[in-house]
């Protein structure tokens, strides 16, 4: 079983950047895809980003293109989301998934493992 704990997360003024971190607890996270999701009080969870196994494929929902960035470290098992030109509208929940399948997938259905979230908050 894999465990994921997301980091990085706080409050931050519109404009500002922040950089999350997911970090697995097993070397099979590298040869799994991962996704970042967000959860607003009372919004369902959306996807973020994406990256597969080799950072070789990106996905960004279109609300963040140009403006965050996926990647990652597989010696360090872990996986970034640069978050730059922060709005208000960002703040959430963040979360990471593991997908083993590498399916590089929007839904979070297709997600097998994920963390517990970390906190965004941008003040306008």
């Known amino acids: 079983q894999v465990q994921l704990v997301e980091s990085g997360g706080g409050l931050v003024q519109t404009g500002g950047s922040l950089r999350l971190s997911c970090t697995a607890s097993?070397?099979?996270?590298?040869?799994?895809?991962v996704g970042w999701f967000r959860q607003a009080p009372g919004r369902e969870r959306e996807f973020v980003a994406a990256?597969?196994?080799?950072?070789?494929?990106?996905y960004y929902a279109d609300s963040v293109k140009g403006r965050f960035t996926i990647s990652r470290d597989n010696a360090k098992i872990t996986v970034y989301l640069q978050m730059n030109s922060l709005k208000p509208e960002d703040t959430a929940v963040y979360y990471c998934?593991?997908?083993?399948?590498?399916?590089?997938?929007?839904?979070?259905?297709?997600?097998?493992?994920w963390g517990r979230g970390t906190q965004v908050t941008v003040s306008s």
């Open positions: 998934a593991a997908d083993p399948t590498n399916r590089l997938t929007t839904v979070s259905f297709g997600y097998d493992y």
């Open positions: 990256i597969n196994w080799s950072a070789s494929n990106t």
């Open positions: 097993e070397r099979a996270f590298t040869s799994y895809a």
